[in-house]
């Protein structure tokens, strides 16, 4: 019995007041019509208001405001109120603009609008000025079981919901109610409760709550187990279901698989479009490289991408052949003396086209095939080589759990002017806590603009 209880946070009484104060605007907006015009045309528009109210429902379910666990802040009741009218509003019209429905009165059409924003706003607030202020019938009497702090937090989130219920009495886990099965329930039976809450921690010292939940069980009170578990000081986390087991996730790299899906198709058409595109600047280079000096037109070179995979990165050779051999013979010159990176201005090995192709950026541009395999992205962190990240702490670690990318914080932020590698790591890892599709499409543009000017390239 009640094996699935897919709705059971679903705020049904909210549903149904909230379509009743758009079905009353939607009668204040026809009498007001009617004493301005001096013309009754409720039932020739009552399909105004179906229409409208289920667009407006289905707004707002999607954005969780029927939901009692949402936090009822209240701009984000304003701002989600606005925004469904301002969606219901923009279909109704375009239904009306499709169907050439002419003879539609948009000054029905505007005060129902105007009513319904305010009315369905108001009716919010009441509400939560009266969750606030009175606690009575409909609220369920709850035994919280923990520690005091829990409970203190667990309370305030509560009062920012629609959650309907009533801490009717809080012992802790040393408690002598607790000491056998018959005091327990005894306690229950006593204190009329309808629902036990049991605080669960990950830190250890938790109570063995197993037979506690078959006396609830066997009683028929509804008992919920509050998962306290750790706070990481980067990582967010959230709880989920695979199968019966409760599942709790921290994650310090975005999980969002719709901006992700997102990141995907702009990396692979974005990689196409560019190689088809720049064609003739491949064959001009690589035919300039070629009568320039002896050797590949292609410089292959082993990188380490997402959590230590290595892949092989392709640019233009902008070096003479034997540049890694002369490498340790310049390796007291290196700008980055905490030995990290290794770059140095006006670089011997660096040949005349090679100049030229660095400081326009053009040596990168094979690395649009880096990202038409999935070994990079268009923006991410700067791909290591492997002796770098040989010398890397824990921390570094963190700045390849993500794709790298051809373009990133560092490379809009000053290039080859950072020289301190902890500030490449902050810039990193910057990117990684912010990320989102809008800001590799802001990283793209200003790459284009760093590109333009050379900004920060040698």
Same mark, same amino acid.
């Given at each position: 019995?009640?094996?699935?209880?897919?709705?059971?946070?679903?705020?049904?009484?909210?549903?149904?007041?909230?379509?009743?104060?758009?079905?009353?605007?939607?009668?204040?907006?026809?009498?007001?019509?009617?004493?301005?015009?001096?013309?009754?045309?409720?039932?020739?528009?009552?399909?105004?208001?179906?229409?409208?109210?289920?667009?407006?429902?289905?707004?707002?379910?999607?954005?969780?405001?029927?939901?009692?666990?949402?936090?009822?802040?209240?701009?984000?009741?304003?701002?989600?109120?606005?925004?469904?009218?301002?969606?219901?509003?923009?279909?109704?019209?375009?239904?009306?603009?499709?169907?050439?429905?002419?003879?539609?009165?948009? !000054?029905?059409?505007?005060?129902?609008?105007?009513?319904?924003?305010?009315?369905?706003?108001?009716?919010?607030?009441?509400?939560?000025?009266?969750?606030?202020?009175?606690?009575?019938?409909?609220?369920?009497?709850?035994?919280?079981?923990?520690?005091?702090?829990?409970?203190?937090?667990?309370?305030?989130?509560?009062?920012?919901?629609?959650?309907?219920?009533?801490?009717?009495?809080?012992?802790?886990?040393?408690?002598?109610?607790?000491?056998?099965?018959?005091?327990?329930?005894?306690?229950?039976?006593?204190?009329?409760?309808?629902?036990?809450?049991?605080?669960?921690?990950?830190?250890?010292?938790?109570?063995?709550?197993?037979?506690?939940?078959?006396?609830?069980?066997?009683?028929?009170?509804?008992?919920?187990?509050?998962?306290?578990?750790?706070?990481?000081?980067?990582?967010?986390?959230?709880?989920?279901?695979?199968?019966?087991?409760?599942?709790?996730?921290?994650?310090?790299?975005?999980?969002?698989?719709?901006?992700?899906?997102?990141?995907?198709?702009?990396?692979?058409?974005?990689?196409?479009?560019?190689?088809?595109?720049?064609?003739?600047?491949?064959?001009?280079?690589?035919?300039?490289?070629?009568?320039?000096?002896?050797?590949?037109?292609?410089?292959?070179?082993?990188?380490?991408?997402?959590?230590?995979?290595?892949?092989?990165?392709?640019?233009?050779?902008?070096?003479?052949?034997?540049?890694?051999?002369?490498?340790?013979?310049?390796?007291?010159?290196?700008?980055?003396?905490?030995?990290?990176?290794?770059?140095?201005?006006?670089?011997?090995?660096?040949?005349?086209?090679?100049?030229?192709?660095?400081?326009?950026?053009?040596?990168?541009?094979?690395?649009?095939?880096?990202?038409?395999?999935?070994?990079?992205?268009?923006?991410?962190?700067?791909?290591?080589?492997?002796?770098?990240?040989?010398?890397?702490?824990?921390?570094?670690?963190?700045?390849?759990?993500?794709?790298?990318?051809?373009?990133?914080?560092?490379?809009?932020?000053?290039?080859?002017?950072?020289?301190?590698?902890?500030?490449?790591?902050?810039?990193?890892?910057?990117?990684?806590?912010?990320?989102?599709?809008? !800001?590799?499409?802001?990283?793209?543009?200003?790459?284009?603009?760093?590109?333009?000017?050379?900004?920060?390239?040698?």
């Amino acid at each position: 019995m009640h094996k699935r209880n897919m709705s059971a946070n679903f705020d049904v009484m909210q549903l149904i007041l909230e379509n009743l104060t758009i079905f009353f605007s939607f009668c204040l907006a026809c009498a007001i019509y009617t004493y301005l015009m001096d013309a009754n045309i409720f039932l020739e528009h009552i399909w105004m208001y179906v229409i409208f109210a289920a667009i407006f429902t289905l707004s707002m379910f999607s954005m969780r405001m029927y939901n009692v666990t949402t936090f009822n802040y209240m701009d984000r009741v304003i701002k989600r109120t606005v925004l469904s009218v301002a969606a219901a509003a923009m279909c109704l019209s375009m239904i009306v603009f499709m169907a050439k429905m002419t003879w539609i009165s948009r !000054l029905l059409f505007v005060i129902f609008c105007a009513i319904t924003c305010m009315a369905v706003v108001c009716g919010r607030i009441l509400m939560r000025v009266c969750k606030i202020k009175h606690v009575g019938n409909g609220y369920v009497r709850v035994l919280f079981i923990g520690d005091e702090a829990t409970l203190e937090r667990y309370t305030n989130f509560i009062e920012k919901t629609s959650i309907q219920i009533k801490i009717a009495r809080y012992i802790k886990y040393d408690n002598e109610s607790l000491n056998t099965k018959e005091s327990f329930a005894k306690l229950l039976m006593d204190t009329q409760i309808e629902e036990v809450q049991f605080v669960h921690t990950l830190n250890g010292g938790n109570l063995d709550i197993k037979r506690y939940l078959d006396i609830c069980d066997s009683m028929g009170v509804t008992t919920r187990i509050i998962l306290d578990s750790f706070d990481l000081s980067i990582s967010k986390r959230y709880v989920h279901s695979i199968g019966t087991y409760p599942v709790i996730t921290y994650h310090s790299v975005s999980l969002d698989k719709f901006q992700l899906f997102i990141k995907s198709v702009i990396d692979v058409v974005g990689a196409a479009v560019g190689v088809l595109l720049l064609a003739p600047v491949f064959i001009t280079t690589a035919i300039a490289i070629k009568l320039d000096s002896p050797g590949p037109v292609i410089f292959k070179q082993k990188r380490v991408g997402a959590h230590g995979k290595e892949f092989f990165i392709y640019k233009f050779r902008s070096m003479c052949a034997d540049a890694d051999n002369k490498k340790r013979e310049l390796m007291d010159q290196n700008n980055h003396k905490d030995g990290y990176m290794f770059k140095i201005a006006d670089d011997p090995r660096i040949t005349r086209v090679g100049r030229f192709i660095r400081r326009s950026s053009i040596d990168e541009l094979p690395q649009l095939i880096n990202v038409l395999k999935r070994d990079m992205s268009l923006v991410g962190t700067r791909p290591p080589t492997l002796d770098e990240v040989e010398k890397y702490n824990p921390d570094h670690w963190r700045r390849i759990s993500i794709q790298p990318g051809i373009t990133g914080m560092w490379q809009v932020n000053g290039r080859n002017r950072i020289m301190d590698f902890e500030d490449v790591v902050k810039l990193d890892k910057k990117y990684i806590d912010e990320w989102s599709v809008l !800001l590799d499409i802001k990283l793209l543009i200003k790459t284009v603009k760093a590109v333009l000017s050379a900004s920060g390239a040698y």
